[in-house]
């Protein structure tokens, strides 16, 4: 059956005049290939054009028999594993760069925090053989040229197009990427404890001022990332509703800054003095616990969605990934928060709770939060591969950053038992998720090449 649009009805922005008896007879004299914008529409009309397309159907069909439903069945499907808007077909004949940077979108910046995250990876692996310091610091400074070349693009794209910024930040599916930005931000503090702070000698004034001044970043990332949680959900909220279809984990995205501050905390806080380490302890406790209930409450409008309406489209399956991120990134910032208390608090005699409990509770909570993790991932990795993508997005990225956190909860649960098995389980995924990095960074820059990426109606910075 040919699907007929709302031009084909004759549905457009003319009113039915007044010497027309009854609309319908309006209808049957306007000719078919009026031109439109099916925004002029008032609900009224919009609803009255539903109908006449539906009789258009039933009337220019080419058989009175009813299909057989597997037809509709396997047609469903089909259409299902498309890319919406016919992404991976027809020509794409070049564009100026100034065309290709006006493309360039906030989801870029999942590069970045995906590379941050491995740099971060491989500074806590476990059996460790000479030179994966190096490989490391070649990653980490590697991350930050990419940073700053992304943002310099980033801030091109908004002088060369003015007003890009607040249409980026308002746009339904860009604007979500936004917090991509500050999960950069986050991996490139962590890196800088792990590659810059900790090969000091713990004395060194150097040292001393590096560790002073992360302090202090934390606390503005804190207040930034706070503001981007709040903020963007309620311009979310205020906005246009979302259906249940609609859903995807990107919804996930704005609650993930703040809830890394929790990660940041457990990262550098062991080499703070007592009167600094506490207060970011308490707060890195605070904003984990508001970034994984946030995302408790995601959790089931995402899996209704996954019941009402399946699997997303085969090339967006990979964000599903995103899901494994809160429960990952909680369990091991609760369980290196622990091991950050001061062993001080119990030798004064001043301790307002028993550190060795706590210590448990966190391995006990880190565990239990392991295995959600755990169950998600295998979820997403199903859905990806029953249905491979086959055109590339940057939400490709996802397969790589939660999985990052899930591997150092690995590796930091090992360490709590001290259990060589896990350990070089952590190591196995430690290989795999390298190896996917790499797989999709190919992937990114053979898109980019051929003009899959950074082109008019292929970004994020279209709706979907």
């Known amino acids: 059956m040919n699907r ?15 010497h027309y008896a009854r609309e319908s007879d309006y209808y049957e004299e306007q000719p078919v290939h009026r031109q439109y914008r099916e925004d002029d529409l008032s609900d009224e009309e919009k609803e009255r054009a539903a109908v006449k397309i539906w009789e258009l159907d039933i009337s220019n069909s080419n058989s009175s028999t009813p299909r057989d439903s597997t037809e509709y069945i396997r047609d469903e499907k089909a259409e299902h594993d498309l890319e919406k808007g016919d992404h991976g077909s027809g020509p794409r004949p070049p564009v100026t760069l100034r065309t290709r940077i006006q493309h360039f979108t906030w989801a870029w910046f999942t590069l970045t925090m995906s590379t941050g995250g491995i740099a971060t990876l491989i500074a806590v692996e476990p059996h ?5 310091t190096i490989i490391g ?7 930050l040229v990419l940073f700053t070349a992304l943002c310099v693009t980033m801030g091109l794209r908004f002088c060369m197009f003015p007003g890009s910024l607040k249409e980026s930040l308002k746009h339904e599916r860009e604007g979500l990427f936004f917090p991509t930005l500050w999960l950069s931000i986050a991996t490139i503090i962590t890196g800088t404890q792990k590659y810059v702070i900790q090969p000091l000698e713990q004395g060194d004034d150097m040292g001393k001022w590096l560790r002073i001044t992360l302090a202090v970043v934390f606390w503005f990332y804190l207040i930034c990332t706070s503001l981007v949680a709040i903020v963007q959900y309620s311009y979310v909220f205020a906005g246009p509703s979302f259906n249940l279809q609609k859903i995807m984990p990107s919804v996930f995205l704005p609650i993930f800054p703040i809830m890394l501050a929790g990660t940041i905390a457990s990262v550098i806080a062991s080499d703070l003095p007592l009167g600094t380490r506490m207060p970011i302890l308490v707060a890195g406790l605070a904003c984990q616990g ?3 209930s946030v995302s408790l409450f995601m959790y089931p409008l995402l899996i209704g969605r996954l019941l009402q309406s399946g699997f997303p489209n085969r090339e967006h399956r990979p964000a599903l990934f ?3 991120g809160p429960p990952s990134f909680t369990a091991l910032a609760i369980i290196g928060m622990a091991n950050s208390l001061p062993e001080e608090l119990e030798i004064n005699g001043d301790a307002f709770l028993d550190i060795p409990v706590f210590k448990t509770m966190a391995f006990a909570s880190g565990i239990l939060l392991w295995g959600l993790a ?4 295998m979820i997403a990795a199903i859905a990806t591969l029953i249905s491979v993508p086959e055109d590339f997005h940057l939400g490709w990225w996802a397969m790589v950053f939660p999985n990052t956190g899930f591997t150092i909860a690995t590796i930091q649960i090992g360490n709590s038992i001290r259990s060589e098995g896990v350990l070089y389980f952590g190591n196995a995924m430690t290989i795999v998720v390298v190896g996917m990095w790499a797989f999709v960074f190919c992937a990114m820059v053979k898109a980019t090449w051929t003009r899959s990426i950074m082109y008019p109606g292929r970004d994020e910075d279209v709706a979907d």
């Open 4 to 18: 007929i649009s709302m031009a084909d009805a004759g549905v457009g922005s003319y009113r039915p005049s007044n």
């Open 128 to 132: 460790r053989f000479p030179g994966l």
């Open 137 to 143: 610091t070649v990653i980490y400074v590697f991350n």
């Open 290 to 292: 508001l970034g994984f």
């Open 322 to 324: 995103i899901g494994v």
């Open 374 to 377: 755990m169950w998600f991932f």
